[in-house]
């Protein structure tokens, strides 16, 4: 697994977070990659932040390269110990080979606080980038598949 470096980090999401994670969910490219394609409003994307950030069943972190927000990671708990990743990263920020080591460092966070989690994520077959990304972070395909997604486990 890869290590943090002093320039990516990663920090709770806020409420304050509202606007650039609205800006980063209705990208086009973000939206093309996710299970809900449509681009979400303004009342919806708040009251969905306001109740991620509220449930303990929920993990939204900030990430951030040189002090700067990046992009973010989320973990749902689907069971006991057992949780589904996901990743975006800003526009500016892709195509820097960062993701490995955001969800790197995201799996370690998740880990110090749920120390024998399982980890998975549900990438679309043709999402060649974030496959190799969860790859290169030591992901490995768990061979399931599910509504054109594969399921990658760590």
């Known amino acids: 697994m890869l290590t943090e470096t002093p320039e990516l980090s990663l920090r709770p999401a806020s409420e304050d977070d509202a606007a650039l994670l609205r800006e980063w969910r209705n990208d086009p490219e973000t939206r093309a990659a996710s299970r809900n394609t449509t681009e979400v409003g303004i009342e919806e994307h708040a009251a969905w932040l306001t109740a991620v950030l509220a449930d303990p069943a929920h993990l939204l972190l900030i990430c951030e390269l040189g002090g700067e927000p990046a992009g973010q990671i989320r973990f749902d708990r689907l069971g006991e110990r057992s949780y589904e990743i996901s990743i975006s990263l800003a526009p500016a920020a892709r195509g820097q080979g960062l993701s490995p080591s955001f ?52």
Not at 127 to 141: E, I, K, V, W, Y
């Open 103 to 154: 969800i790197s460092l995201a799996v370690e966070q998740l880990r110090k606080s749920h120390r024998d989690a399982k980890v998975e994520a549900h990438v679309r077959e043709k999402n060649t980038s974030s496959l190799a990304a969860f790859r290169r972070a030591g992901f490995r395909p768990s061979g399931k598949k599910a509504e054109g997604f594969l399921v990658l486990v760590t």
